[in-house]
């Protein structure tokens, strides 16, 4: 009689642990559907970001032409400078890589080039047609345009490098600049570069208060204002590039 009790009692309790033991797997299967779920949303999650992303850049590179089209505005209001900063971000981007900065670089700084005078979009034409002097309240708004450049490209992140080229392109090797008076290398080199480009194709057009000096004497005040107005090692370089035959038409 006491044998039969313990039978019973072993069974019930073998019984215990096969439920025990079902219910452990049933739990281990539920946990291994939940993981496989998470996984899914996971790789979800980072396609959508993927996608994201891609509309991100997508907008930055919609809204930088948007500003290539108003740099082109800009341009159309003032004959005489229609063409210029094309020919400033050729002329860039050559002296960039002929300095050894690297294709991406140089691409950058030619960005910066074409939209280097964005700025003036808000000064009025008659200021920017003007023949004769400036009067001191003009030279004020004029030297706000690399600001306002600046602000203006602001929202493109891929761009910030841009915008301290565009934000600096008026400062002077010796500090005698705008708008933050920087001197020697602490003046971005993209915007040194962009400044000698600018300076030069600036000289070789014609300007509502002068024409143009032609390409000798371009290359003169080029040199000449090397040390104190511009960069001495850009301006070799460009020396150099032009002396090369530089494929630039306009050198
Ligand atoms: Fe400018």
């Not at 505005?73 to 400078?81: G, I, S």
């Not at 939209?115 to 003009?138: F, N, S």
């Amino acid at each position: 009689m006491a044998g039969e009790v313990e039978v019973a009692q072993v069974l019930l309790y073998a019984r215990d642990l096969k439920a025990q033991y079902d219910a452990t797997r049933a739990r281990e299967q539920d946990l291994r559907l939940a993981h496989g779920r998470l996984q899914a949303a996971h790789r979800q999650s980072l396609r959508y970001a993927d996608d994201l992303k891609g509309t991100h850049d997508r907008l930055q590179r919609a809204f930088f032409q948007s500003l290539l089209g108003l740099a082109n505005a800009l341009e159309a209001k003032d004959p005489y400078t229609r063409g210029h900063s094309e020919r400033v971000a050729r002329l860039a981007e050559q002296l960039a890589l002929r300095i050894g900065c690297s294709r991406s670089e140089a691409r950058i700084i030619a960005q910066a080039g074409l939209l280097h005078d964005l700025g003036k979009i808000g000064m009025p034409e008659a200021v920017l047609r003007k023949a004769g002097p400036l009067t001191e309240e003009e030279w004020r708004l004029m030297r706000e345009h690399p600001v306002v450049g600046a602000q203006i490209v602001a929202p493109l992140e891929f761009f910030s490098e841009g915008a301290r080229i565009v934000r600096h392109h008026h400062e002077r090797s010796d500090g005698s600049g705008y708008p933050a008076g920087l001197s020697g290398e602490a003046i971005p080199l993209g915007a040194r570069i962009v400044a000698v480009a600018d300076v030069y194709d600036a000289l070789t057009s014609d300007r509502p208060y002068r024409g143009s000096l032609g390409r000798a004497a371009a290359l003169d005040h080029i040199e000449e204002a090397a040390g104190h107005l511009l960069d001495p090692e850009i301006v070799s370089a460009f020396l150099r590039l032009v002396s090369d035959g530089c494929p630039d038409p306009r050198l």
